[in-house]
């Protein structure tokens, strides 16, 4: 089983930068893709941004992509989310996934991917 635990969320002028971060354990974390979504109220989750075990592929949506960084530091078993020039469409609970990989697999964008998930950290952009 793999615990996973969100923080730096908050709120912010809209313009502004927030870092997430999300730390794993219960499993080696060199294993897992992980994944960031948000969900805002009234409306379905959706994805933000993916990162492959390695660190080497990351993928975003198109709302984020350059605006948002999702990294990773597998020694201290975390993954981030940078997002700057933050808008108040942005606002949203921010969860983190993640699901273990045996070899080479494209990583997923749907939640449906992910049977690992922290409880999430809330993220208000103001206007």
């Known amino acids: 089983q793999v615990q996973l635990v969100e923080s730096g969320g908050g709120l912010v002028q809209a313009g502004g930068s927030l870092r997430l971060s999300c730390a794993a354990s219960g499993r080696t974390f060199s294993i897992l893709d992980m994944g960031w979504f948000r969900q805002a109220p009234g409306k379905e989750r959706e994805f933000v941004a993916a990162i492959s075990k390695s660190g080497g592929s990351t993928v975003y949506a198109d709302s984020v992509k350059g605006r948002f960084a999702i990294s990773r530091d597998n020694a201290k078993s975390t993954v981030y989310l940078q997002m700057n020039s933050l808008k108040p469409e942005d606002t949203a609970v921010y969860s983190c996934?993640?699901?273990?990989?045996?070899?080479?697999?494209?990583?997923?964008?749907?939640?449906?991917?992910?049977?690992?998930w922290g409880q999430g950290t809330q993220v208000t952009v103001s206007s």
């Open positions: 996934a993640g699901r273990s990989v045996v070899g080479i697999a494209a990583v997923p964008t749907s939640p449906r991917g992910y049977p690992y």
